[in-house]
């Protein structure tokens, strides 16, 4: 069975940083895009920033500029540094791999970690 497991998450002071981590486990054959999606109190769930195999990054307006997406697929590991932290970032930070585990050429599936609690104090 595959896995994601984010670590990272905590309490953080206006203007401070924290770095994110996400890891898989299990049997894969190859990796497509990784993400970190968010979700506040009350609000829905939305990307927060995007790398693809290639290296391609996207990310949302509200935190361009202060987050940096990267990954190390080696160790099957999606990180997201996030700097200037606002009140505003405060949400549950989930981790999104595109996994392909039916083989090589197999098709990529999406699997989701349970999510890391970002809190950022005003």
């Known amino acids: 069975q595959v896995h994601l497991v984010e670590s990272g998450g905590g309490l953080v002071q206006a203007g401070g940083s924290l770095r994110l981590s996400c890891v898989a486990s299990g049997t894969i054959y190859g990796i497509n895009t990784m993400g970190w999606y968010r979700q506040a109190p009350g609000k829905q769930r939305e990307l927060a920033a995007e790398i693809t195999s290639g290296g391609d990054t996207n990310y949302a307006d509200s935190v361009k500029g202060r987050v940096t997406i990267s990954r190390d697929n080696a160790k099957r590991t999606v990180y997201l540094e996030m700097d200037s932290l606002k009140p505003e970032d405060t949400a549950v930070y989930y981790c999104?791999?595109?996994?392909?585990?039916?083989?090589?050429?197999?098709?990529?599936?999406?699997?989701w970690g349970r999510g890391t609690q970002v809190t950022v104090s005003s």
């Open positions: 999104k791999q595109e996994l392909r585990v039916r083989g090589l050429w197999g098709p990529a599936n999406d699997f």
